[in-house]
């Protein structure tokens, strides 16, 4: 069979299933794993589908996200949120360096948390707060305070961050998208969230399943910097890249 001819049965192919694996589609054609992924690789820059981990899904629109102040995202997807966080609190462990993103989930997890001897460092101001009410040891990121997120952004916050070294941290994202990453409105706060991101031994992200296949205005990293904890497993990852709360 030509190229363009088995090229067009792949097109064919997600169309009509919306997604495909490699495997059903070295049945299909009769044609080796190498040639199969070069084809879906041509066939993804072109646009015309979307390669995925292990095959190719339908070309969709990405959905972007729009600024949402804290007390609209303390109420949406509560119970997928409390599940994550439960998961991400039995992270933590004695002796542990923590950073505690700005977030309604990550605020969560300070609710998850048990007696433990790590150490907290937030740029969260409410964070903070809940953190010191629980007797925990807690350092605050400065800077500018963003109004929308109750976070410390800017130069000043990534000039403190350069102090520490975490053994874990806690980011959130406004989307989590298979070639945008995870991804954020303001460019301040992503800087914030980069910078600090590079400085953990292990860093995950809490985001609930609302956000996949979504993207915000800055990447603040990409999937491969972070272990997803959420409640569905997305289907541009392998269940070995993400933890299902």
């Known amino acids: 069979m030509l190229t363009e ?29 190498s ?27 990405t959905e972007f996200v729009r600024t949402t102040d804290v007390n609209e995202r303390h109420q949406s997807h509560r119970e997928e949120k409390c599940r994550i966080a439960k998961v991400a609190a039995q992270m933590i462990h004695d002796n542990d360096i923590v950073y505690l993103d700005a977030g309604s989930t990550t605020d969560c997890v300070i609710d998850c948390l048990k007696d433990t001897q790590a150490t907290f460092v937030t740029n969260a101001s409410v964070h903070a707060v809940k953190l ?9 990121i400065g800077g500018e305070l963003r109004r929308r997120t109750e976070a410390y952004i800017g130069a000043y916050a990534v000039e403190m961050l ?4 975490f053994t874990v941290g806690f980011f959130g994202a406004d989307g989590v998208h298979p070639r945008a990453g995870y991804s954020t409105p303001e460019e ?58």
């Open 5 to 33: 001819e088995r090229r067009n049965v792949i097109i064919k192919a997600v169309d009509e299933r919306g997604f495909v694996t490699v495997q059903e589609l070295m049945e299909l054609l009769g044609t080796s794993e």
């Open 188 to 245: 301040n706060e992503a800087i914030v969230k980069s910078y600090a991101c590079s400085r953990c031994k292990r860093a995950y992200a809490l985001c609930d399943s609302s956000k996949f296949r979504k993207a915000a205005f800055i990447t603040f990293a990409p999937l491969s910097a972070m272990t997803l904890i959420s409640d569905a497993v997305p289907d541009f990852l392998s269940e070995e890249e993400i933890i299902k709360a």
């Open 35 to 61: 040639t199969l992924r070069r084809d879906l690789l041509c066939l993804d820059a072109q646009g015309v589908l979307t390669r995925i981990h292990g095959g190719a899904a339908k070309k969709e629109k």
């Open 132 to 140: 010191m009410q629980k007797g925990f040891k807690v350092f605050v």
């Open 162 to 165: 350069k102090k520490f070294n």
